[in-house]
T-cell receptor, first 112, second 110 residues
Framework: DGGITQSPKYLFRKEGQNVTLSCEQNLNHDAMYWYRQDPGQGLRLIYYSQIVNDFQKGDIAEGYSVSREKKESFPLTVTSAQKNPTAFYLC???????????FGSGTQLSVL | SQKIEQNSEALNIQEGKTATLTCNYTNYSPAYLQWYRQDPGRGPVFLLLIRENEKEKRKERLKVTFDTTLKQSLFHITASQPADSATYLCALDDRNQFYFGTGTSLTVIP
C-alpha cells in the first residue's frame, strides 16, 4: 500500500532531551512537510522540503530541526530548545509544492 | 494580520439535511483553496480543491464555492449521514505554504 508512515504513534520527552519523529513515504512525492497541531488551533507549518537535501523553515521552526537525505524520508527532531513541545505532529507529502497533501496518522508528543 | 476563520462553534445537524461550513480569510491572496476531513487522532484527508477562477466544484455529495471578492469559501455536504461526523479544515496557499483554519466540528445526528 502506498502512503505515509509516521512513528511512533505516542512519544514522551524528558526535560532537556532531544527526540526524533520518523516520517517515511512511498508515494514518490518530491515535497514533504511537518505540521504541528494544538487543540483549538489550526495546523502550523514547522518545516517543508521541496527536494532532497533542501528544506525551508515554516512559521514555527524555532526549536526544531529536519533533514532530507533521501526522497522517502523526512525526520523531525524536537530539540531541548523547544520549550512547549506537547502537541500532535503531522507529516505530509505532495507531488510538488502546493499540490494536495497526503498526511500520515500523526505522532502525539508529550512531556514527562 | 493574516487570518483564516471557520465556524467558531461546533455544528450539529439532523441526518439527511445539508451541512454548510464557512471559511473566511483576510490578508491572503490564494490561487486556490482546499478542504480536508480530520477524524479524532488521525491525519487530515483531502476532499476537494477549488481554484480562484472557479466558482463552484462538486464531488458526489460535496460542493465547494469560492468567492475571492468576499474572501470566502463555503463547503456543503448534502444528504448528510452520521458517518460525515468529523472536523473539516480549509486550507489556502500563500508563498509556497499551506495555511489551515482551525476547523469546524460537524456532528450528524441520526
Amino acid at each position: 500500500d502506498g502512503g505515509i508512515t509516521q512513528s511512533p504513534k505516542y512519544l514522551f520527552r524528558k526535560e532537556g532531551q532531544n527526540v526524533t519523529l520518523s516520517c517515511e513515504q512511498n508515494l514518490n512525492h518530491d515535497a514533504m512537510y511537518w505540521y504541528r497541531q494544538d487543540p483549538g488551533q489550526g495546523l502550523r507549518l514547522i518545516y517543508y522540503s521541496q527536494i532532497v537535501n533542501d528544506f525551508q523553515k515554516g512559521d514555527i521552526a524555532e526549536g526544531y530541526s529536519v533533514s532530507r537525505e533521501k526522497k522517502e524520508s523526512f525526520p523531525l527532531t524536537v530539540t531541548s530548545a523547544q520549550k512547549n513541545p506537547t502537541a500532535f505532529y503531522l507529516c505530509a507529502s505532495s507531488i510538488q509544492v502546493n499540490e494536495k497533501l497526503f498526511f500520515g496518522s500523526g505522532t502525539q508528543l508529550s512531556v514527562l | 494580520s493574516q487570518k483564516i476563520e471557520q465556524n467558531s462553534e461546533a455544528l450539529n445537524i439532523q441526518e439527511g439535511k445539508t451541512a454548510t461550513l464557512t471559511c473566511n480569510y483576510t490578508n491572503y491572496s490564494p490561487a486556490y483553496l482546499q478542504w480536508y476531513r480530520q477524524d479524532p487522532g488521525r491525519g487530515p484527508v483531502f476532499l476537494l480543491l477549488i481554484r480562484e477562477n472557479e466558482k463552484e466544484k462538486r464531488k458526489e455529495r460535496l460542493k465547494v464555492t469560492f468567492d475571492t471578492t468576499l474572501k470566502q469559501s463555503l463547503f456543503h455536504i448534502t444528504a448528510s449521514q452520521p458517518a460525515d461526523s468529523a472536523t473539516y479544515l480549509c486550507a489556502l496557499d500563500d508563498r509556497n505554504q499551506f495555511y489551515f483554519g482551525t476547523g469546524t466540528s460537524l456532528t450528524v445526528i441520526p
